[in-house]
């Protein structure tokens, strides 16, 4: 409305191009339940989205990804194995950030990669975020070092985006203040559970399944665990004289040793 008044006063200098932020968020690998997350974030007004993809897939990750409908690239892989996690080093992200000179660089781990990422960042104009989906407590074992590296780069990190409650607490054990966090939750459709949430307060729709186990079947989800909790409550509910329940496992490679929680 603005550029057509100019025009009708006799202004014809073309209305000004929008100002674009250009984000660069640097990941490990393309995750399914956040895909809708980057094409939200990529259609944004006033925001020019890039992902960079650290790998394709992990190796213990059996996932089938769709096609992402956001900018994106994968880095050449370069992929080490240590006590069971994966480390992720991939020098021509630098070259590749500065092709592209991003304004903010949002990394969400402390990879090799990662830490380069950041260290653009460190550079003049442009802004670092931290994400995070982990917490106080699964990181509680986390050694000198691995808190001493967080030290760093919280101290030299502009906002902070967490998935929940636990990672605001995991904030705060660095001194992060409140009003420097936020939140952006793993999943962003959403619109499948809400229906479930309300089939399952209608008498009509009774539930069949009380229990779900959703999740790679390795140690580290511990389904095991998930079941024992299950028959537990199964055996509580027939205590008390009601049915014992339903129960639904969803995933894949079911290689679990018995053992732990």
């Not at 079941?227 to 679990?256: K, Y």
């Amino acid at each position: 409305a603005g550029a057509a008044a100019a025009m009708a006063a006799g202004d014809v200098r073309a209305p000004a191009p929008p100002v674009l932020v250009r984000v660069a968020l640097v990941t490990n690998i393309p995750a399914p339940y956040r895909l809708r997350m980057f094409e939200l974030l990529a259609a944004e007004p006033g925001i020019e989205l890039k992902l960079f993809f650290c790998s394709q897939r992990e190796p213990d990750r059996e996932w089938d990804l769709r096609s992402l409908r956001a900018p994106h690239v994968y880095l050449r892989e370069r992929v080490l194995t240590w006590r069971g996690r994966f480390i992720h080093a991939n020098p021509d992200v630098w070259p590749l950030l500065g092709a592209f000179q991003p304004d903010v660089v949002i990394t969400t781990g402390f990879n090799p990669t990662h830490l380069l990422a950041f260290a653009f960042a460190r550079r003049p104009g442009a802004r670092h975020v931290a994400m995070t989906d982990g917490t106080a407590t699964s990181e509680a074992k986390l050694t000198f070092v691995h808190r001493w590296i967080r030290r760093c780069v919280y101290r030299r990190t502009d906002a902070f985006v967490g998935a929940s409650e636990g990672s605001f607490a995991l904030y705060r054990q660095y001194g992060v203040p409140k009003a420097s966090m936020f939140q952006s939750h793993l999943c962003a459709d959403n619109a499948a559970f809400s229906a479930a949430a309300t089939d399952a307060t209608d008498a009509d729709s009774p539930r069949d399944i009380d229990f779900i186990f959703c999740g790679r079947f390795v140690e580290g989800k511990q389904p095991l665990f998930a079941i024992e909790v299950a028959a537990a409550a199964a055996r509580r509910r027939a205590h008390r004289g009601r049915p014992r329940g339903a129960a639904a496992a969803v995933g894949r490679r079911a290689t679990c040793r018995r053992g732990g929680r």
